[in-house]
T-cell receptor
Framework: QKEVEQDPGPLSVPEGAIVSLNCTYS??????FMWYRQYSRKGPELLMY????GNKEDGRFTAQVDKSSKYISLFIRDSQPSDSATYLC??????????FGAGTRLFVKA | GAVVSQHPSWVICKSGTSVKIECRSL??????MFWYRQFPKQSLMLMAT?????????EQGVEKDKFLINHASLTLSTLTVTSAHPEDSSFYIC????????????FGPGTRLLVL
């Protein structure tokens, strides 16, 4: 079993839809949770960063962490075609060793 | 803040030659940098962790003599692919420990390597 599981998609939604992206993990020691967005042929861009459980909101993006279920989510409201990218979840225990999910490819249709 | 650059952005070389890729943190000092490899439609594969002034730590299965890493300063790490072969063709991405602390990483734009 992988430490971090993420559905690779692709996920296709119409413009304006609410998008839900998810990851599950097995290591209960993970404390820091990140979401990265990666456009084609570009490096990943840090989108959201959360410590421990709870919600964090930034504009149209909301990150949720449920440590009891070992489950994290990223919600995108009012999705735009420019949101079309691969979204990678990532997590670590507090050191530098970060474990990445496989990435979910998202397509937002105009 | 937290900008990481990579150079070159793409390179084409002949089989048997060596290629050097530079990774720079432009607006912060990074004691630790990371080198990843990414194949099309796949996630990031950590190759090695580079610490300023010391030897890099390579992940299992990564040939340290093949992929030479040097972290000469707090803002520069280099990856040299020695005697490159077509199977080394890939997208190489570096990252640096972020200014929020050790938990986050900021990525460079990546270098696309094609070995003919």
């Amino acid at each position: 079993q992988k430490e971090v599981e993420q559905d690779p998609g692709p996920l296709s939604v119409p413009e304006g839809a609410i998008v839900s992206l998810n990851c599950t993990y097995s290591n209960s020691a993970f404390q820091y949770f990140m979401w990265y967005r990666q456009y084609s042929r570009k490096g990943p861009e840090l989108l959201m960063y959360t410590y421990s459980s709870g919600n964090k909101e930034d504009g149209r993006f909301t990150a949720q962490v449920d440590k009891s279920s070992k489950y994290i989510s990223l919600f995108i409201r009012d999705s735009q075609p420019s949101d079309s990218a691969t979204y990678l979840c990532a997590m670590n225990t507090g050191g530098f060793k970060t474990i990445f999910g496989a990435g979910t490819r998202l397509f937002v249709k105009a | 803040g937290a900008v990481v650059s990579q150079h070159p952005s793409w390179v084409i070389c002949k089989s048997g030659t060596s290629v050097k890729i530079e990774c720079r943190s432009l607006d912060f000092q990074a004691t630790t940098m990371f080198w990843y490899r990414q194949f099309p439609k796949q996630s990031l594969m950590l190759m090695a962790t580079s610490n300023e002034g010391s030897k890099a730590t390579y992940e299992q299965g990564v040939e340290k003599d093949k992929f030479l890493i040097n972290h000469a300063s707090l803002t520069l790490s280099t990856l040299t692919v020695t005697s490159a072969h077509p199977e080394d063709s890939s997208f190489y991405i570096c990252s640096a420990g972020g200014d929020r602390g050790q938990e986050t990483q900021y990525f460079g734009p990546g270098t696309r390597l094609l070995v003919l």
